[in-house]
């Protein structure tokens, strides 16, 4: 069985990151739209991208502000297990440890080990940016999701120039057909197909643009999480992005 391992630090403390994952509306700051959590061992999370996006795993540990685990079983597969491990860090960081283990050998397997390579890059590097700049703040979480047959790469290219995208260094412009501009920095740029950018524009969060490989299909996955000022402007974001969306060739 193959695994991944992800190693990152955060700007807070143990019991500050333990509450970020393991609690149903701090998980939707940086993960999935929609996330409830019945606490302890024998407990359960919930987390839904929508009608037949959903799933509920079994919380199989935890420890406050040290682990936290859940197992997923799909049919008469091995199960996968995603186990978070927290340990304190000089000038009060917090180093957090991700291990997803559980994922098939066999090649047929490997597009689902990509894909969730580029979904634990990003979501983690937002759980980062959320701690650091957004510990607190008013949150809501915009979510949209397309399919087609096209290649990936060529899809996000077309919703980029859809937004008028420019970029400049760290740095980027943007617009929506109903004029409201975009602007702030290049917060993720990789895998290919994952791109994350802040908000500083719309006074805080970010856009999370992912591009992924579902079968024979792509899901164009894409993320608004709006934090203090930008909650406010959720229906004329949702407004003018689902025009956006509705304009693509899928």
């Avoid at 609690?23 to 839904?48: K, N, Q, Y």
């Avoid at 180093?95 to 490997?110: C, M, N, P, T, Y």
Wanted: net charge negative; charged share 25%; aromatic share 10%.
């Amino acid at each position: 069985m193959r695994s991944q391992n992800y190693k990152i630090s955060l700007d807070a403390t143990p019991e500050e990151v333990f509450r970020a994952i393991s609690e149903g509306d701090s998980i939707t700051r940086w993960f999935a739209p929609a996330a409830s959590v019945t606490p302890g061992v024998g407990g359960s999370v919930t987390l839904s991208w929508g009608p037949g996006m959903e799933g509920t795993a079994p919380i199989s540990g935890w420890e406050p502000g040290k682990r936290f685990a859940w197992t997923e079983q799909h049919g008469d597969g091995e199960p996968k297990v995603v186990e978070f491990l927290i340990e304190a860090a000089e000038g009060g960081k917090t180093i957090l440890r991700l291990v997803h283990s559980g994922f098939a050998e066999d090649a047929d397997f490997d597009a689902e080990f990509d894909s969730t390579t580029g979904g634990w890059t990003t979501f983690l590097r937002l759980l980062q940016f959320d701690l650091a700049e957004h510990k607190g703040a008013p949150a809501k979480h915009l979510f949209r999701i397309k399919y087609t047959s096209r290649d990936r790469l060529e899809v996000l290219e077309e919703l980029l120039t859809a937004m008028s995208f420019r970029r400049d260094g760290a740095t980027y412009e943007a617009a929506l057909p109903n004029g409201i501009a975009l602007s702030g920095r290049v917060l993720l740029d990789g895998p290919k197909g994952y791109l994350i950018l802040t908000l500083d524009s719309l006074a805080g969060g970010a856009l999370g643009l992912f591009a992924e490989q579902c079968g024979p299909q792509c899901g164009l996955t894409t993320s608004w999480y709006l934090k203090r000022g930008a909650t406010a402007r959720e229906p004329e974001l949702a407004a003018a992005w689902d025009e956006v969306l509705a304009n693509l060739r899928l």
